[in-house]
């Protein structure tokens, strides 16, 4: 990119649907949107993600960008629409180009900044996602991941400019496989998200949806060590993914515009350096494998579910 990433990308599924285990107030309106994009932009943030399966995100954010006057402010992220894997080549292109149109036609853009792949999966169509490049009609291309099977793949494709991958202080699994590393090494933008595990880490254990109780222990642990660090445990658990030296930008989706400013706020704070993140990696319980992934928690709504709790 020919300017500076901001460390915090804004995400925007919630401006298009309700998002998230947490959410309980749906989509903010395009004046609220707008007001979101103004305080972002004057607190140093010059990135936004999107998709095209984010409901209305892409039209919402278009229309408010330009009302705000901000479309010169963002680099805009989005994200082809999901594709089954079935379809020939021919069909994924009719598919591929005509959701990159759409996009351009709702962000109201003459090409997109960065284009990826919305699932792993579709990697498979990965060479059609470099014609539409080629064409002119996106700059940077990459995927977005949900495992490290997944990125691992991705590395072996080349023109990867970009990944997005979930993580956060109790999802290790990228660090410890060492792609975020091989990511680096490569000048691979990586944009983290999930910071908060779709809100599940800032719950209390009350709120917290039965079946999902086993995030108890870690979420404890967390607690305790922002507590002794003095902050709140959202900014600690921005914190820890911010200082991270192997992280271009983290995404952090937001309903309000206070939610931005308390996040913003990171950007701004005294840092305490890799050495908090180690220290996180260290102690934090672990936690069972399918609470990493949010696309599992419906299956695992059973009576044998509802009782875990580590």
């Known amino acids: 990119m020919s300017f500076t990433l901001s460390k915090l990308t804004l995400g925007t599924a919630q401006l298009g649907q309700a998002y998230g285990v947490a959410n309980t107030s749906g989509p903010p309106s395009v004046s609220e949107v707008c007001q979101m994009l103004e305080t972002a932009a004057s607190e140093g943030i010059n990135c936004i993600d999107t998709a095209a399966a984010y409901g209305q995100s892409e039209a919402v954010l278009g229309q408010a960008l330009r009302e705000a006057n901000l479309q010169e402010a963002f680099t805009v992220v989005t994200k082809v629409q999901p594709l089954p894997a079935d379809l020939t080549a021919s069909e994924a292109e009719t598919r591929i180009r005509q959701s990159i149109q759409n996009s351009l036609r709702c962000l109201e853009l003459d090409a997109l900044p960065c284009v990826l792949l919305h699932r792993e999966e579709n990697l498979i169509y990965w060479d059609i996602l470099q014609k539409m490049r080629e064409q002119g009609l996106c700059e940077l291309t990459g995927v977005s991941v949900a495992s490290p099977e997944g990125l691992k793949q991705a590395l072996d494709h080349s023109g990867v400019d970009a990944v997005q991958i979930p993580?956060?202080?109790?999802?290790?699994?990228?660090?410890?496989?060492?792609?975020?590393?091989?990511?680096?090494?490569?000048?691979?933008?990586?944009?983290?998200?999930?910071?908060?595990?779709?809100?599940?880490?800032?719950?209390?254990?009350?709120?917290?949806?039965?079946?999902?109780?086993?995030?108890?222990?870690?979420?404890?642990?967390?607690?305790?060590?922002a507590r002794s660090h003095g902050i709140p445990l959202s900014e600690y658990l921005l914190r820890l993914m911010v200082e991270n030296p192997l992280i271009s930008s983290v995404v952090i989706g937001v309903e309000t515009t206070d939610q931005v400013k308390q996040n913003t706020c990171t950007l701004h704070a005294s840092s305490g350096g890799e050495s908090r993140t180690n220290a996180a990696l260290e102690t934090i319980p672990q936690v069972p494998g399918w609470i990493l992934n949010p696309a599992e928690w419906p299956n695992r709504k059973s009576p044998c579910a509802t009782t875990a709790t580590g």
């Open 167 to 225: 993580t956060n202080a109790v999802d290790h699994r990228f660090t410890e496989t060492g792609l975020l590393q091989t990511c680096a090494e490569r000048d691979i933008l990586v944009f983290a998200r999930s910071a908060f595990l779709q809100g599940l880490l800032l719950m209390d254990d009350d709120s917290t949806p039965s079946h999902l109780l086993a995030i108890k222990p870690a979420r404890d642990a967390l607690r305790r060590q």
